[in-house]
């Protein structure tokens, strides 16, 4: 989308974005608060919205970035740093500081030590059940955020070709099968605590959870510097659509029936990458039903789906309490129907209070992630 000019919203990345949001909330209810499969298979696949959520980011923040670079004005990396600052930091400082400062908020849960959320590192050998433990995944992404541009003008400044990006996507995906494969027959196969190793050292490791986010980068790459085939990939939009949710139920089929084996726990992610990607192109092809297809409330889920995000487990927590003492269950259709309409509320509070006033900011300060124009730095090859 561009970034100076208001354009139509593209249904279809809001229906996946709120996709990810409801999975995540059942998930986490599942896991946390019910501790019911009252969801039914979304109460065991639900963690999947992540890396749907991951998928999408490594498409909108690259093709940010390829635009930006092989456009007249190009790209600036200040600008873009700013820009996604002003968008990620103001209501994670705000949930941070309620964990850290209202000890009802965290319940009775480990707090980490907070400069591992203040530099996004907290997902490194976390310890399930912590605190804010679902940070992990915006501590990713921020790392993402930080590095992918810094790479891709290193990469335009070595090779001026966008052979080398590909070189580097291949790499990254090789990188990842590889530790995992190291990881899990080391400190999974076999180990006592091996689900609690494949948690800490593999779901919320950085090395390996790029896939779906390099999925994201790869058709960003595709539709910046590969404009003859992104218009062949892109017709056919409703075959894409069956063929990413054929591809994503075997997936998750497989997930259900052996999560922590080796081959799920090597080649899962990779799987799901390709199953998200063809979901995220056919949200791009204009003739699919995913894009052309308006989901009634979608698009307000997809706004608030960050703010829902970190706020949606502790008010889970908090309201359960409560509830408890009117004699609600929290797997009854009434308790769930409480703390998903609060959970979705708080984060549209959050989102209200806390980042609109931010991204008008930004839009005033930061209108683009443009530098002044002096040329592409990599040709766009057709």
Known sequence: MNDTTRTARNHGLDTLRALAIMFVFMYHYTIFVSHDDIFGFVSEIGWVGVDLFFALSGYLIGNQIFAA?????AFSLPHFYG??????LPNFYVVL??????PGFRGDSELLPVWKLLSFTANYQLNPGTAFSHAWSLCIEEQFYMLLPALALLIAH?????????????????AGLLIRTQVWQQLVDGNARGQYNFYKFIYYSSFCRLDELLAGVALALLKNYHRALWARLTAHGNLTL????????VTFLLLIDDAY?????VLGYPMLA???GLLVLAALSADSLLRRVRVPGAASLAAWSYAIYLLHKPVCMLVSVQLARFGIGVSSGAGVIVMS???VLAGYLLYRLVETPFMLLRARVLPSNHAAPRGALMDPIR
Not at 83 to 88: A, F, K, P, S
Not at 97 to 102: D, H, K, M, N, T
């Open 97 to 102: 500081a309620l964990y850290y400062l209202w």
């Open 261 to 265: 084996g080796k081959p799920m726990a």
């Open 83 to 88: 820009r996604r600052l002003l968008r990620t």
């Open 69 to 73: 670079m092989c456009s007249e004005r």
């Open 341 to 343: 309409v609060l959970s």
């Open 158 to 174: 070595i090779s001026r070709s966008v052979r080398g990006a590909w070189c580097a996507l291949a790499v990254g995906v090789l």
């Open 242 to 249: 069956a063929l990413g949710v054929a591809w994503c139920t």
């Open 274 to 276: 390709i199953g998200f």
